[in-house]
């Protein structure tokens, strides 16, 4: 438990034992596999990575191999009870789509992303005027993974734009949550969304 | 990790069933018995009867999919996979290989003898289905006394039976190990299985299917062969093996095989022909076409499943390509079954799931170590 990533920690708080967790870009499954030890959880996984498909069927579970959104579509209404999307939202291409899937096939939503507005990330634009880099950002224009960036400010006028109702935020420094102006000093987010 | 060896000598074993007034009724209507199954098994069943698992063959396969027979050099169709410490570990599992009806590997098919007429059924051997196929190994599972098979798997139409097997006996499988297969034949598949019964029946030498005793097809069958061979590889297997290498230094300037896949696909018709009969190439094809699990057919009873899946595609598939797999999926995610999916980014094309052995004894281990612990 205790050399779990943070955000990985919370994320493992908020969901009930027992509970069906879709975790969408599972990577090597660690913290699924985490959940189905301690909270005897029902997993599911999607992941593009080969390697990490291996090593998620070497851990037991169950994971589809492909992208977020063909691995999204078939799912039943409601049939998870909590879908994740933790560092994989930023990656992904139809983000409205995949939002919208998540929250159709999840009873709660829980998404986790890198604040892009963290107060080093304005300083680098600001007197450096260079493409920001953080911590939690760790790349160059160039091999970013990542197509989208966005703020806790931007994360939550989205979901007051799409009707998403925000159950928790937790925002998080280096090694725990912070309430501080977490829009300038968190390097993460994680929101429990759910559909008004 | 145990060194990886060879199961060594195996045998092939028969089991006949259906006998007299008892014949096993057809998805066509029609009977057909007494019925002969050949089989081999391997590693030993254990007294619980829990860790059994029923591998099933592709088109031209059989029932020896591992070990070697006496005094041959060349092991079973799936020895890479099957065998001590291998995906399906013989230390751990009893392994069946079941043969299928239609087939001309030990089973009863149209080379066998009418016991009406006294003479090989040819064509009027009665048409059979994938169905009819799972029907008659569920005989063998039923006299080998397993109530609930650990797993089914096979690649190709050997996929096809394992979904099949979920079909129409969900509650004798743990889980289905289906691989390079689909829930339905395509236009396409039909299509190229429709070239290779042409190019049969068009051999003067099949005589409507009467040649027993006589030549056999031997030219239309090799071409069928070939054509299936083509669709097995893919460009870039087929490049990085021929590219356009030639037999001889010059182009011989006479239709003769200058090039090396020319050579490759006539040895490879010629070889075929020796060990397979034509019309049973003509039954197990149609049998293949006529498959058709879409639309709600791989559910027929409405109810809950606990059998787990692990459905393998490989990206350079064009005769199974992956999205005919993921529509497996998509029809398991519907009805909240467990299901694992990888598509193994392999060059192979077709054959693929004979020779990607590392990256499918990965998935294939550890999938059946989880099914066989959770029962």
Not at chain 2, 197 to 220: C, F, T
Request: hydrophobic residues 40%; contains cysteine.
């Amino acid at each position: 438990m205790t050399n779990i990533r943070l955000d990985q920690r919370i994320i493992y708080n908020i969901i009930e034992p027992g509970s069906k967790v879709l975790d969408l870009g599972c990577g090597d499954g660690e913290l699924l596999s985490f959940l189905v030890k301690e909270k005897n959880v029902k997993a599911q996984g999607i992941e593009l990575n080969e390697e990490a498909i291996y090593q998620c069927v070497e851990k037991g579970l169950s994971v589809f191999h492909g992208d977020i959104e063909s691995g999204l579509s078939g799912y039943p209404d409601d049939c998870f009870d909590y879908v994740i999307l933790n560092q994989s939202m930023q990656e992904v291409k139809k983000i409205e789509y995949v939002m919208k899937e998540a929250l159709r096939i999840g009873k709660k939503v829980i998404v986790g992303f890198s604040n892009f507005a963290y107060f080093t990330a304005r300083v680098r634009l600001f007197f450096k005027g260079k493409v920001p880099i953080t911590i939690s950002l760790p790349y160059s224009w160039h091999n970013t993974p990542n197509v989208h960036f966005l703020s806790i400010i931007d994360f939550s006028d989205f979901c007051e734009e799409k009707d998403i109702k925000i159950l928790k935020k937790f925002y998080l420094g280096k090694r725990k949550t912070i309430s501080f102006f977490p829009n300038l000093f968190a390097l993460n987010a994680i929101f429990l969304i759910t559909v008004k | 990790m145990k060194e990886k060896s060879s199961l060594g000598e195996v045998k092939l074993e028969y089991f006949t069933f259906a006998d007299k007034g008892k014949k096993m009724l057809l998805e066509s209507g029609q009977q057909l018995g007494p019925i002969t199954l050949a089989y081999e098994t391997y590693g030993k069943l254990n007294k619980e009867k829990t860790n059994a698992i029923l591998i099933v063959h592709a088109l031209s396969g059989d029932a020896h999919a591992a070990g070697f027979y006496k005094g041959d050099s060349k092991p079973g169709w799936w020895d890479n996979m099957i065998g001590p410490g291998k995906a399906f570990d013989t230390d751990k599992y009893f392994i069946i290989s079941s043969n299928v009806i239609g087939g001309c590997k030990g089973s009863t098919g149209p080379a066998s003898v009418n016991p009406e007429t006294g003479k090989p059924f040819g064509i009027g051997f009665p048409m059979i289905t994938i169905a009819d196929m799972v029907k008659a190994q569920k005989n063998l599972i039923d006299y080998l006394g397993i109530d609930k098979l650990l797993s089914v798997a096979g690649g190709s139409m050997g996929g096809m039976l394992a979904l099949q097997w979920f079909a129409s006996f969900p509650e004798r499988i743990h889980s289905v190990i289906p691989i390079a297969t689909a829930l339905k034949h395509s236009p396409q598949q039909i299509a190229f299985d429709e070239v290779g019964r042409q190019a049969v029946m068009a051999d003067p030498a099949w005589l409507d299917g009467n040649y027993y005793g006589r030549d056999k097809p031997q030219r239309g069958l090799a071409v069928a062969r070939m054509i299936g061979h083509i669709t097995y590889m893919s460009d870039k297997s087929m490049e990085k093996k021929f590219s356009r290498k030639l037999k001889e230094e010059k182009y011989s300037f006479k239709f003769r095989t200058d090039f090396e896949v020319e050579g490759y696909l006539r040895y490879k018709g010629d070889n075929f022909v020796k060990r397979f009969d034509a019309n049973s190439y003509l039954y197990i094809t149609k049998a293949m076409d006529y498959f058709d699990l879409s639309g709600g057919n791989l559910f027929p009873e409405n109810k809950k499943y606990d059998t787990r899946f692990l459905v393998i595609a490989f990206k350079s598939d064009w005769l199974y390509p992956p999205y005919q797999s993921q529509e497996i999926v998509k029809q398991l995610k519907s009805r909240h079954i467990d299901v694992t999916y990888c598509e193994i980014p392999s060059t192979y094309g077709h054959d693929a799931f004979l020779l990607e052995v590392h990256e499918q004894t990965r998935l294939v281990k550890h999938f059946l170590l989880k099914t066989y612990n959770s029962i």
